[in-house]
């Protein structure tokens, strides 16, 4: 099946999980699975969560499939995923040992993808995903990621996190 195809298939199926779960913490769970198992480049795929009223605000780990990662906790300073939860952006990373921000998870990690998740507005988290493969997430596959991103964020509004 062609990447494109791949993609779409697996965009409704997120689509559907989200409206079938009624919790965010049910959804999170189950789309880390999902993505893990169907996406050949997905090799690890986990949530970060901002620490309610923690200060300095920290990024906690919460649903993942993968190898158990040291990062459990991590500063808004550090790590692709401090600087996409500091930021509000999504960052791209095609060759991780070229970003001096990395911080290693597993050696076999070649690139990687964080997409921040919003609540009413506000950074409440993240969505981040390790390929083994280099530039794994091309422009469909960031389109992806936002979406389950977005997802979980309305599931969150929902909850009134
Ligand atoms: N690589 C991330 C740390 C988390 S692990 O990949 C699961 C980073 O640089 O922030």
Redesign the pocket.
């Known amino acids: 099946m062609p990447v494109a195809d791949r993609v779409e298939e697996l965009r409704a199926q997120v689509t559907q999980l989200a409206d079938s779960c009624r919790t965010a913490q049910e959804l999170m769970q189950k789309m880390v699975k999902l993505l893990h198992e169907r996406m050949l480049k997905y090799n690890?795929v986990?949530f970060?969560l901002l620490e309610p009223g923690a200060q300095p605000p920290v990024?906690v780990?919460d649903a993942?499939e993968?190898a158990m990662?040291?990062?459990t906790r991590?500063p808004l300073d550090?790590?692709?995923?401090?600087?996409?939860a500091s930021s509000g952006q999504t960052v791209v990373?095609d060759d991780?040992r070229r970003?001096p921000?990395?911080?290693?998870?597993?050696l076999e990690?070649k690139s990687?993808i964080?997409v921040p998740i919003f609540v009413f507005g506000g950074v409440v988290g993240e969505l981040?995903i390790?390929s083994h493969f280099p530039a794994a997430f091309t422009p469909e596959h960031q389109e992806l990621v936002k979406h389950c991103a977005v997802l979980v964020g309305k599931k969150l509004e929902v909850a009134g996190r």
């Not at 921000?101 to 597993?106: D, N």
């Open positions: 690890w986990g970060y990024l780990l993942f993968g990662t040291p990062h991590i550090q790590g692709i995923c401090g600087a996409a990373v991780v970003d921000r990395y911080l290693a998870c597993s990690t990687e964080v981040d390790d």
